[in-house]
């Protein structure tokens, strides 16, 4: 008998001290009398005591349902209740073996995250129901959820916008493709190889234009890419890509993940982008084209001069102005051949005369700068002959007097060091005037 009764002592201190560190686990332990709803408080923290918790009591059930109804956040009651059910409590830990729900209590004030689980003791008449503050694990595991939720998204989103997302390992160069299936949902494709910049070298060589692989040279070789990156921040390339027979225009974009252990290397497809950017810039290119042009002449009109005038007058303000001159030209009775033969003829005429100004001064810019007057700048070649081709001018126009040609009168004047360009081209109009009353008095 006493080395039972020895036994038995030995095995309720074992039970008192598994029961005492079970209570280490909780700040509330409820020991439940299933039968008859009594209950005693196993442990329980001063701090807990704010709680209002009885350490004993009758009914359980009515009891806990009553003050967790007080304290529990209207939104988590429906996570609580399961916990102050006489009938359903029971079966569910009878079937699950434990039982266990996070839900917010108000505690000093504000509301905190407690845990609370419902086990049956050895006996299978008592119930183990448990409370834990679990604030702070809850909070940081809340934040972290909702961290990666908003990671998940960012990440989606970065998916769709690129074609392909390559997560580089920069300690061994393995990589991770990530990209977005045709139904939108996001998908993790696995490299088959090692390196990403051997990869990469033979996707260049298969698939980038030949024009263009010179431009990729970055991203094949690590030092290069790296070295570019902490400089930038970002290295962004755009070359031709062949797909289903074609090339395309797509973009590397590459950059350093935050813990600088990884590269994020993006691919997305640009092609319309950048067709409809180079589209546009020719539409403006030959905008202002046409805005330097005349239409019936072809050669750069009054605004083209006027630029170009701006331009030497800077060159000049500068102190780096070179040898030039400027030939003035006047086409003859243009006003004649208008109203008297039509303004067809008139046209014809002033292509003929422009064509001959053109073919004489065949190295240097032309402008129409009025109904009847064109300008040429003379520079190297044709400035070093500039007299000779002012004698086959004024040469031509008088065998045009003979024949019925186009007849021009010319006046040129060469740059002497002067403030502005304009003194140049008024004294070359004062020149051409001179040679136009001269071929008035010829005819």
């Not at 998908?187 to 980038?208: D, I, P």
Request: proline share 2%.
């Amino acid at each position: 008998m006493n080395n039972i009764g020895m036994v038995s002592d030995e095995r309720r201190k074992a039970y008192e001290h598994v029961a005492r560190s079970l209570a280490l686990r909780y700040d509330t332990i409820y020991y439940v009398d299933v039968s008859s709803s009594a209950y005693i408080v196993f442990s329980s923290t001063d701090a807990y005591r704010e709680l209002e918790l009885s350490p004993s009591g009758s009914d359980y059930f009515t009891e806990i349902r009553r003050r967790l109804e007080e304290i529990v956040h209207p939104e988590d009651r429906s996570l609580a209740a399961l916990m102050t059910w006489r009938d359903e409590l029971p079966s569910v830990v009878n079937r699950e073996r434990v039982v266990y729900t996070t839900f917010r209590v108000l505690f000093q004030g504000t509301f905190i995250y407690m845990n609370c689980q419902a086990m049956w003791a050895d006996d299978g008449r008592h119930l183990i129901v448990g409370f834990k503050d679990v604030d702070a694990w809850e909070r940081r595991r809340r934040d972290a959820e909702a961290r990666t939720q908003v990671y998940s998204q960012i990440a989606l989103t970065l998916a769709h916008r690129y074609e392909g997302i390559y997560y580089v390992d920069l300690e061994d160069e393995s990589c991770i493709r990530f990209a977005v299936k045709s139904d939108g949902d996001s998908r993790k494709v696995t490299g088959e190889h090692e390196s990403f910049f051997e990869l990469a070298r033979r996707q260049v060589m298969q698939a980038v234009h030949p024009a263009d692989r010179d431009r990729m040279e970055p991203l094949m070789n690590r030092e290069a890419l790296l070295d570019t990156i902490d400089i930038e921040g970002v290295l962004s390339i755009t070359v031709r890509a062949k797909r289903d027979g074609h090339y395309i225009y797509v973009n590397f974009r590459c950059m350093r993940a935050e813990d600088d252990r990884y590269l994020i290397v993006a691919m997305s497809d640009v092609d319309k982008k950048v067709r409809h950017k180079k589209a546009q810039e020719k539409a403006m290119r030959d905008a202002e084209h046409r805005a330097m042009r005349d239409e019936l002449t072809r050669v750069r009109n009054k605004n083209a001069y006027a630029e170009m005038e701006d331009e030497l007058q800077k060159a000049i303000d500068e102190g780096r102005a070179e040898p030039l001159a400027i030939v003035m030209c006047d086409v003859n009775d243009l006003k004649g051949v208008n109203d008297g033969q039509g303004h067809l003829a008139g046209d014809a005429l002033l292509q003929e005369a422009c064509k001959l100004i053109c073919s004489t001064y065949a190295h240097s810019p032309v402008f129409r700068v009025g109904g009847d007057e064109f300008v040429a700048i003379l520079r190297g070649e044709d400035y070093e002959r500039r007299q000779e081709l002012l004698g086959q001018m004024r040469g031509q126009s008088r065998e045009h007097l003979q024949d019925g040609g186009a007849v021009v009168a010319v006046g040129m004047s060469d740059y002497q060091k002067d403030t502005y360009i304009t003194d140049v081209f008024e004294r070359a109009d004062r020149e051409m005037y001179e040679d136009k009353r001269a071929l008035k008095g010829e005819a």
